[in-house]
């Protein structure tokens, strides 16, 4: 990732310790409404604590803002926001259409998968849905053949 890199770029210059802090809280979930977030088995602080992400990277330690602290100092500098609700899905995975959740990303987890061996096909109009998705995304089959729906939340279409 980044991190890493940038933590190795510091030893190469000759720091004898790196710690890494970001301004941002960390990204735990893929941002599900434009732009382009890996899967969330992507994201390095998916599922890891600071400890573990700060070994991951090879820093000493990691230390990410606090998501209640960013936005108390948001609402604190433009009283307007006070009754506001922040979209922070990629840091608390809290989505605000609701509609979000395990089979969503299972069945974009799986669709990355397939298209990284590029054997994905999407014009098999009998192939059954993935349950849960946001974006209409196709039918998934491989070669035609369609995995499993009961270990995949998968519904048929009608």
Known sequence: TTSQ???????SAGAAKVF???????????????????????????GHDEEEIAE??????????DLDDLKSAVRDI??????CTFEGSVFDGN?????????YFAAQELKKKLSSINVIGSANKQAPEIGGTHSG???VSVNGILPSTQYLGMKESS
Request: charged share 20%; proline share 10%.
């Open 5 to 11: 890199e940038i933590v190795e770029m510091a030893y």
């Open 20 to 46: 890494f802090s970001s301004a941002a809280p960390a990204v735990r979930y893929p941002n599900v409404y434009g732009i382009n977030i890996p899967t969330k088995t992507e994201l390095i602080a998916h």
């Open 56 to 65: 991951m990277i090879g820093a000493v330690w990691v230390a990410y803002q």
């Open 78 to 83: 433009n009283p307007k926001m006070k009754e």
């Open 95 to 103: 989505y605000v259409t609701g509609d979000i959740g395990e089979e």
């Open 137 to 139: 995304d196709p039918p």
